[in-house]
């Protein structure tokens, strides 16, 4: 079905008309020209200003959230952010999304969508992008494109991370938090002024838990946790107009891989599962036997990063400059197969080392009615990757039957070791490929934004970057790696048992995984053809110039109106498993238009916004099943996706002890253009985003004898049914089973209790996150279902619980 373009303006017309009726509803609730005590003030536009000042959509989450529903790291809080979506299950390759756009490729050969950045300091890897929460001051979530004010691959939007900077004041805290599944959750905070000039603010954190699943068979548990964090900041107030920040901080993550749950039944050994897989047999994951055997199970993340952050007031202008490097790697061994037979054994690997260098200078200041400020960055990154598959010669013998390419390994096995009793066998063998690639990448870019107050009431703002992005980037297949099966042919070569049965040692030598056949003749700038061993070289560069203009109005004391348009840019790259492969700029053109409430007596935040997008050459990293048949491939496809959509924001101070919140979103996100691998026209139809996404909750504060009080805190999230396309089965995002559905709507519910000593020095809190123990199916993995017919599952986790106590100092 094609796109019906007149259902799409009519829904945006009315999606305007209702913003509009709510604006001219608004001055009504006004009864105070007050202005509230507890201001937020936010960063946003790389200005300090208050949330409601600020013409964009945005959501701030403060500590005191962050505590309320114990979260660990951005994927604890992303139900709560309606239009955010963080998919956490391998912490090491997150995944963000906002407003229903999102990078699916984790290769260092691409960039996010989402700019992820703590105090200003832009994580550009996804191994690099979900970092503990320690001493965090807030996050600020800006939906739409970003990129004028914070750069490139912030099409989709950005997530601001704050940490706590040194105080004139000497405070520490120490808080323990243990509960469900022996969680052991430690933190320790020190701030320590050293003169009326120098501070430094010290924290830790280590929190560790045992899994929550466990092996059928071993009896072992999966979803293990162990990671630590800790940073060290030093304040030096070296002038009166010069401000000296150096931080040096340290992630450390060491546990499990995501484990697979099989969802088809295997038949007793030697049977091996029934190709094409029965869908309608799928086995309820939350009932399936859980049966892993990866050899070295295990994800794991170093990374350690120091910023040097220098401000200097000239005058009536302000000069800062951001200086950072950053190195990290990872490795994420999972398993792909879900079952615990040689004969059907497959898992991957995912090794990484990055090194990241980030400046950028930041000149502001105030000219007659203009706010301005300039700048000009430059970013330096070396990110090497290897991906790798292992199995044994045995899943060979088995794919390479499944796809009717014969049984070679155990026709020898059977035919002629085993019957002439010959000390030899051609099972049992490991089997490793590995895909190897390395990136180089600079980036440039020019900036400017200014704000000018025309009127008391009228603000316009106008902003400009330009970016330069130059990449270089190799691929190297060296082909499989099986010592022990090379060793093995060698030694029935040598005796001539290979040329009894008309084989010799090359008739092993092929990759299944990454076979660069189909690629032969495709040429790599660096003046060679794809071939195994050779290294293939790609070089390209881009250039974009990303506009920005908003125009506000003071409709009276209490209420705003703004209407902006901004365009984002996601730079070019490549498929880190696709030999050879490139593709341009991803763009993105955003209207938006809405309005800013905040009234008093009672205290009342009431924000709503209406936005519409296009999405122009998206890339999108998807499961492909070749023609006629084979090993499975993750390409790159290309399209165009456009949207409307309405955000809505509520804060509402009830009373002294009562404080209301809601945030909600509302989305139509198709295809504009798109074809999928099987030449299937994809335009019209939906991109998978659910139509609402809601989040609410409320505090209450009991006053209690003595002095202290109790806080207690409820809080509820919503993500509506996933809207399916003819593609979603395949990546095994939506769609119904039987026994299950994928991509079903969910629901959240935390709870938790706080009790305040007098004097605010202890906190005793209880928590219960995800109350009525609601699980889901995250999706179904399909990338040895065609081959070994194994497909799995992942579901989300179980109801936790858990106890805190802090102290303050």
Not at 624 to 632: H, I, W
Request: glycine share 8%; aromatic share 10%.
């Amino acid at each position: 079905m094609k796109p019906n373009t007149s259902a799409k303006r009519h829904s945006l017309r009315y999606l305007l008309a209702s913003t509009v009726a709510c604006i001219a509803a608004a001055p009504a609730l006004a009864q105070s020209d007050e202005t509230p005590d507890d201001v937020i003030v936010v960063t946003a536009q790389q200005r300090a200003q208050s949330s409601q000042d600020v013409p964009i959509s945005l959501q701030v989450l403060d500590s005191e959230f962050i505590d309320a529903v114990a979260a660990d790291d951005m994927g604890d809080l992303e139900a709560f952010v309606p239009g955010l979506d963080v998919s956490n299950g391998s912490p090491t390759q997150p995944r963000y999304s906002i407003r229903g756009i999102t990078t699916s490729d984790f290769g260092v050969g691409t960039d996010p969508a989402v700019g992820i950045y703590v105090d200003g300091i832009y994580a550009a890897r996804s191994g690099a992008s979900l970092l503990a929460f320690n001493d965090i001051e807030r996050i600020e979530v800006l939906k739409g494109p970003q990129g004028t004010l914070f750069g490139r691959n912030s099409a989709a939007g950005a997530v601001s991370i704050i940490t706590r900077e040194p105080s004139d004041e000497l405070e520490g805290r120490v808080a323990v938090r243990i509960g469900s599944h022996n969680r052991m959750r430690t933190e320790a905070m020190l701030n320590l002024p050293i003169t009326d000039t120098l501070a430094i603010r010290a924290n830790f954190l280590s929190n560790k838990a045992d899994g929550w699943l466990t092996d059928a068979v071993t009896g072992e548990d999966y979803r293990r946790e162990d990671s630590s964090a800790d940073r060290f900041t030093v304040r030096w107030n070296a002038t009166p107009s010069t401000e000296i920040l150096l931080r040096h901080s340290r992630d450390t993550i060491d546990q499990d891989a995501r484990p697979a749950i099989g969802i088809v039944e295997i038949p007793a050994f030697p049977g091996t599962p029934p190709l094409p897989v029965d869908t309608t047999a799928f086995l309820d994951p939350f009932n399936a036997p859980v049966r892993n055997d990866v050899v070295f199970n295990r994800e794991a993340r170093n990374l350690a990063e120091t910023t040097l952050t220098v401000r200097q007031d000239i005058g009536d202008m302000t000069l800062t400059s951001l200086t950072s490097y950053r190195e990290f790697d990872t490795m994420n061994r999972e398993d792909e197969d879900g079952t615990n037979r040689i004969d059907t054994y497959f898992d991957t690997n995912n090794v990484e080392d990055n090194e990241a260098f980030y400046q950028e200078f930041r000149l502001a200041g105030t000219t007659g009615t203009v706010d301005w400020l300039v700048g000009a960055s430059y970013y330096d990154e070396t990110a090497i990757q290897a991906s790798e598959t292992f199995t044994f010669t045995d899943t060979v013998n088995t794919v390479l039957g499944n796809v009717g390419a014969g049984t070679p390994f155990t026709d020898l096995e059977y035919g002629l070791l085993v019957p002439f009793g010959l000390p030899f066998s051609m099972l049992g063998h490991s089997w490793q490929e590995t895909m190897s690639n390395q990136g180089e990448f600079t980036a440039r870019a020019v900036y400017a934004d200014m704000i000018w107050s025309a009127t008391d009431r009228l603000n316009v703002s106008v902003g400009l970057r330009y970016t330069e992005d130059e990449k270089s980037f190799q691929w190297i297949n060296g082909g499989r790696q099986a010592d022990s099966l090379d060793q093995t042919l060698a030694a029935l070569d040598g005796a001539g048992i290979l040329a009894l049965a008309g084989a010799s040692p090359a008739d092993f030598l092929f990759d299944f995984v990454f076979d660069l056949a189909p690629l032969a003749g495709v040429a790599c700038d660096n003046g060679v053809n794809v071939a195994e061993g050779v290294a293939c070289v790609m070089e390209d560069s881009w250039n974009n110039l990303s506009p920005r203009v908003v125009v506000d109005y003071q409709l009276t004391d209490n209420v705003m109106i703004y209407g902006s348009f901004s365009e984002g840019y996601k730079a070019g790259g490549y498929n880190s498993v696709e030999v050879g492969s490139r593709f341009e700029n991803e763009t993105v053109t955003s209207w938006e238009f809405g309005f800013k409430s905040d009234f008093l007596n009672p205290d009342l935040v009431f924000n709503m916004s209406a936005f519409s997008y296009v999405y122009e050459d998206k890339q999108s990293i998807r499961l492909v099943v070749p023609t006629g048949g084979g090993v499975p491939q993750y390409l790159v496809q290309t399209s165009d996706d456009e949207a409307i959509g309405v955000d809505i924001e509520l804060d509402w101070q009830a009373s002294d002890a009562l404080r209301l919140r809601g945030n909600a979103q509302w989305l139509d996100s198709t295809h504009k253009r798109r074809v999928d691998s099987n030449g299937a026209d994809l335009a019209g139809e939906p991109t998978g985003e659910p139509y609402w996404n809601v989040a609410f909750g409320a505090d209450y504060v009991i006053d209690l004898d003595g002095g202290s009080d109790l806080t207690l805190q409820a809080n509820h999230a919503y993500r509506g049914e996933s809207r399916c396309n003819s593609q979603s089965v395949l990546q095994g995002t939506c769609g119904g089973y039987t026994a299950f559905a994928t991509g079903e709507a969910r629901n959240r519910t935390d709870l938790r209790a706080r009790w305040t000593a007098p004097n605010g020095d202890l906190t005793v809190s209880a928590f219960v996150n995800n109350v009525f123990d609601n699980q889901y199916v995250g999706g179904v993995n399909n990338i040895t279902a065609s081959t070994l017919g194994t497909a799995f599952a992942s579901i989300s986790a179980p109801r936790v619980w858990g106890l805190e106590i802090g102290y303050d100092f």
